[in-house]
């Protein structure tokens, strides 16, 4: 999620919409928990919310670094999908799902809260650094450690070697699971007696309880196994414990059953490494480990060795919410649909997704790992009600549904949610898919899951990455109907978020302007194509596989940072029905992308639809009950959105929408399809048709100029020569000479419905190719088509002013980047309060004042002089040589320095 400088596109009649730009405060108080708003100063104590981990719910998912224990401990034990169990009695523990090893069992106060999620649960806006310098860690004293390798094995020897096959980086430990021959990971079942962890090891069922003790001040950890149909020797490795004699860790093996016996022993290892072997049985083998500062045996005929009974229901408070009902008289209204956050665990609510069941029941997701059934998310919204599902996940981004069952994406894999004691509350969460490898890497998020028309996922993962290269980072992904294998489809992607076309499968995504990527593209992503992103740190000499052009480029001021795409297929939507819906994150909006297949290859046409949104729109779905959209999302950093985190109905009000149907590049000009009829007059005067068109550059900096078609910089105008107006009154083409394929093109439209009402909007395009104008094939009076120049009547002129400047900083975004009152959370760049006229220290060491040479210099070339604190930054600031007028930066230098 990111965000850098807009700016402004210039014209001399659509409207200019000042949006309100608010800092993002890291502090809640009550009444901003009420409302979603952001308010107060950095007070972090002061937060609503309880903690992030609960202490009623037995895990969590999130990574665990602990590679620097100390010298006695493995320095490899890194473990990138992990389930860190609450156990009670400050025991906690962490287990491997892709090694199926317990990775660390450990006393004391659980883990650092460092994660994306954790970090900011409370404290809103606050970043975590890209890479894997700054991970989760344990907090207290370990007592066991494993390395990284299996933590079940096969054969005659047990070996600390890691078998899975690297990828392009050896040097990544996130390789994905094992081969399914060693095992795999099944599911974790909730209990009345906490956690059962499910797997398979070498052609074993194997089912693992975790359970802590106490005895005084003393605490135990018991492992408690049931293996069944053991087809050859297997070896448990429980670890290493600390040889330090200060702290009397003991281990002890507990066999369930006399028979048994002979089945399990303990094997000394000379480098202390405590393991066991497992010989063949075709009978159930049962036993216990016990890990503490005191030896506390397992009891007799442990009855939760054969009992899976679920627990008792944790939240079954339901939280009631009205929404409240857009009374705006356009085609299509936002319904506000506040969220639950006044609620009995004072949980945090940070919604990613939403999905909806046959009957018009809502799953909804949140960042934080908790997932939520809505409702009365129908008709007059007049009772929403909130009900907690479950809760553990790790930085879950999006969910579906399929077959009415929930599987939901996050950085673990995609988990199939069940409830089978029907309590309204997940018992199982089942394994579906681990098909594909994750790393540690704080950016490589599980950005979106959608489902395709054969039962399969399409799944797009976060690209970013600051130390290592991961196999299936900023890829999107196949994941076959039944989970076991995965393939790669598109690779190359910064942040892709996605669409899938319910019917024809088409898939769909958006990314982020960066190094080689000159601004926001929308891709059809289809044939292992590459799409052009590099990590900061890989070679920027050459690419390495051709770029795939996208469907479309938008202006990076239009949409800085895309987000998901929805079809509205099935929906009762009017004239959107089965149109694409595009997202837009920084300056919250949302986009009506209309197609354009004439040609030989797809292109399509971006036009706003709203920007009535307080929070920053992530995904959407269309309910399959009342037929309307719904659309979520959050932030954490890089939006100008007034919310944290909000949902709203867009509901179609049967009043005529003046968006357009089609917008088609042609030959001789572009062809404009509406649904209402025109005014005549108006629609057939080619001075209220604006156009200009650009292009832009792949290159190993941030983005990108603009470029004239003779390679100058900045924008070309293009003026109308003539309009026409097609018989039935509803399409105009617009008659332009010199019609080009080129990256971007901008055409604007001043126009009246026939009966008074005027509107006034802009589409973005890419044009691949021109196809052929036959007016009388399109509706129109057999014509030809008058290409003679006309003189353009545009007059662009620049307030020079400080409200000149403050009017186009909020209206290009950058105050989502910028603050100017000393606030730097949820900021990407540094403050403009003092900024102009100090010092600056530059990537090297060299020290400048930010004078006005110095400002211009970054503006129109940002890479010339980098400052230092900046220089391992994440995201980046693109040029706006050739975008913004000497005027307009004039305008904006006034207002940095009135931001004292």
Same mark, same amino acid.
């Given at each position: 999620m990111y965000c850098a400088l807009s700016c402004l596109f210039r014209g001399d009649f659509w409207p200019r919409h000042c949006l309100l730009s608010c800092s993002l405060a890291t502090s809640l108080l009550t009444a901003a928990a009420q409302s979603g708003h952001l308010s107060g100063t950095r007070a972090v104590a002061q937060s609503p919310w309880a903690d992030f981990v609960e202490k009623d719910f037995p895990f969590i998912s999130s990574v665990l670094d602990a590679r620097k224990l100390g010298p006695q401990w493995p320095t490899n034990n890194l473990t990138p999908r992990g389930l860190i169990l609450n156990l009670g009695n400050d025991c906690w523990a962490c287990f491997d799902t892709d090694l199926l090893r317990m990775s660390a069992i450990w006393h004391g106060e659980g883990i650092t809260m460092v994660g994306m999620a954790s970090g900011s649960y409370r404290d809103p806006g606050a970043k975590v650094p890209e890479g894997q310098q700054k991970l989760p860690q344990i907090i207290g004293t370990p007592w066991i450690a494993n390395g990284l390798y299996p933590g079940w094995q096969t054969g005659e020897q047990a070996v600390e070697i890691d078998p899975r096959q690297p990828g392009q980086d050896q040097r990544e430990i996130g390789r994905g699971p094992l081969p399914e021959s060693l095992g795999q990971f099944q599911a974790i079942r909730l209990t009345q007696r906490g956690v059962c962890l499910e797997y398979s090891a070498g052609g074993a069922s194997i089912r693992e309880w975790v359970e802590s003790r106490n005895a005084g001040a003393e605490r135990s950890v018991q492992q408690w196994f049931r293996l069944e149909n053991v087809p050859q020797t297997l070896w448990l490795m429980l670890g290493y414990k600390p040889s330090n004699p200060e702290l009397p860790v003991q281990t002890a093996l507990s066999v369930h059953h006399a028979a048994h016996k002979a089945v399990v022993e303990e094997v000394k290892d000379p480098s202390g490494l405590i393991k066991y072997r497992i010989a063949p049985s075709t009978k159930p083998v049962e036993f216990a480990v016990t890990v503490g500062t005191v030896s506390l045996m397992p009891g007799k005929n442990e009855p939760r060795l054969s009992?899976?009974?679920?627990?008792?229901?944790?939240? %079954?408070?339901?939280?009631?919410?009205?929404?409240? /009902?857009?009374?705006? #008289?356009?085609?299509?209204?936002?319904?506000?649909? %506040?969220?639950?956050?006044?609620?009995? !665990?004072?949980?945090?609510?940070?919604?990613?997704?939403?999905?909806?069941?046959?009957?018009?029941?809502?799953?909804?997701?949140?960042?934080?790992?908790?997932? !939520?059934?809505?409702?009365?998310?129908?008709?007059?919204?007049a009772e929403v009600r909130w009900k907690r599902f479950t809760s553990g996940l790790h930085e879950p981004l999006s969910l579906c549904v399929r077959d009415d069952e929930l599987f939901?994406?996050?950085?673990?894999?995609?988990?199939? $949610?069940?409830?089978?004691?029907?309590?309204?509350?997940?018992?199982?969460?089942?394994?579906?898919?681990?098909?594909?490898?994750?790393?540690?890497?704080?950016?490589?998020?599980?950005?979106?899951? =959608? $489902?395709? %028309?054969?039962?399969?996922?399409?799944?797009a993962k976060g690209g970013q990455q600051g130390s290592t290269l991961g196999q299936h980072n900023g890829t999107v992904m196949q994941v076959s109907p039944d989970g076991k294998s995965a393939k790669v489809i598109g690779w190359g992607l910064r942040q892709p978020f996605i669409g899938v076309h319910p019917k024809t499968g088409v898939v769909t995504a958006s990314d982020q302007q960066g190094h080689y990527v000159p601004t926001t593209p929308l891709h059809i992503i289809r044939d292992h194509q590459y799409y052009g992103f590099l990590a900061g740190f890989q070679p920027k000499e050459k690419y390495p596989a051709s770029i795939a052009d996208p469907l479309t480029w938008i202006p990076h001021p239009v949409n800085a940072s895309g987000a998901g795409q929805v079809w509205l297929t099935d929906a009762r939507m009017g004239t959107l029905n089965d149109a694409l819906i595009h997202l837009g994150y920084t300056r919250p909006e949302m986009f009506l992308v209309r197609m354009n297949g004439r040609g030989t290859r797809p292109q399509a046409a971006v036009i706003s639809l709203t920007r009535n949104l307080e929070f920053a729109p992530l995904n959407g779905a269309v309910n399959p009950r009342d037929g309307q959209l719904y659309v979520t999302g959050f932030q954490i950093w890089g939006s100008i959105a007034k919310k944290i985190s909000g949902l709203v109905r867009m509901r179609h009000t049967a009043l005529p929408s003046t968006s357009p149907r089609e917008i088609a590049p042609m030959d001789k000009g572009i062809l404009l399809r509406f649904d209402v009829a025109l005014d005549p007059k108006k629609a057939t005067d080619p001075a209220n048709y604006s156009i200009e068109r650009w292009n832009y550059r792949r290159t190993a900096s941030y983005g990108s100029p603009h470029f004239k078609l003779d390679g100058s910089t900045g924008q070309e105008w293009m003026t109308a020569s003539s309009a026409y107006l097609s018989k039935d009154g509803k399409n105009v083409f617009v008659g332009i000479p010199d019609m080009r394929s080129v990256m971007q093109m901008r055409i604007g439209w001043a126009l009246v419905m026939r009966g008074?009402?005027?509107?006034?909007?802009?589409?973005?395009?890419?044009? #691949?190719? /021109?196809?052929?104008?036959?007016p009388t094939t399109e509706g129109f009076e057999a014509l030809a088509v008058d290409l003679t120049p006309r003189v353009s009547q545009v007059a662009v002129a620049t307030e020079v002013s400080v409200h000149e400047? =403050?009017?186009?900083?909020? $209206?290009?975004?950058?105050?989502?980047?910028?603050?100017?009152?000393? +606030?730097?959370?949820?900021?990407?760049?540094?403050?403009? =309060?003092? /900024?102009?006229?100090?010092?600056?220290?530059?990537?090297?060491?060299?020290? +400048?004042?930010?004078?006005?040479?110095?400002?211009?210099?970054?503006? /129109?070339?940002?890479?010339?002089?980098?400052?230092?604190?900046?220089?391992?930054?994440?995201?980046?600031? %693109?040029?706006?040589?050739?975008?913004?007028?000497?005027?307009?930066?004039?305008a904006l230098l006034l207002y940095i320095k009135a931001s004292k």
């Open positions: 009992s899976d009974v679920p627990p008792d229901a944790r939240w %079954p408070q339901v939280v009631t919410a009205n929404a409240r /009902l857009a009374t705006a #008289h356009e085609a299509f209204v936002l319904d506000d649909i %506040p969220l639950p956050l006044q609620n009995p !665990w004072r949980r945090n609510v940070r919604l990613a997704d939403i999905a909806f069941f046959r009957d018009g029941r809502a799953a909804t997701v949140t960042m934080d790992g908790d997932v !939520w059934i809505i409702t009365g998310l129908h008709e007059g919204l939901v994406f996050d950085r673990n894999g995609i988990w199939r $949610l069940r409830d089978n004691d029907r309590n309204d509350e997940a018992d199982v969460h089942e394994m579906f898919s681990n098909a594909f490898a994750q790393t540690a890497e704080t950016r490589e998020y599980a950005n979106g899951m =959608k $489902l395709a %028309p054969d039962g399969s996922f399409i799944i008074g009402t005027g509107f006034e909007q802009n589409a973005y395009l890419t044009v #691949h190719e /021109l196809t052929r104008f036959e400047g =403050k009017r186009l900083a909020e $209206l290009m975004g950058c105050l989502a980047c910028h603050s100017t009152d000393g +606030v730097t959370v949820g900021k990407v760049g540094p403050t403009w =309060k003092g /900024l102009f006229g100090s010092e600056r220290v530059l990537k090297g060491g060299k020290k +400048v004042i930010a004078d006005e040479a110095y400002f211009r210099e970054s503006i /129109l070339d940002p890479t010339v002089k980098v400052v230092k604190e900046y220089e391992k930054s994440d995201t980046g600031m %693109p040029s706006y040589a050739g975008v913004l007028s000497d005027a307009q930066i004039e």
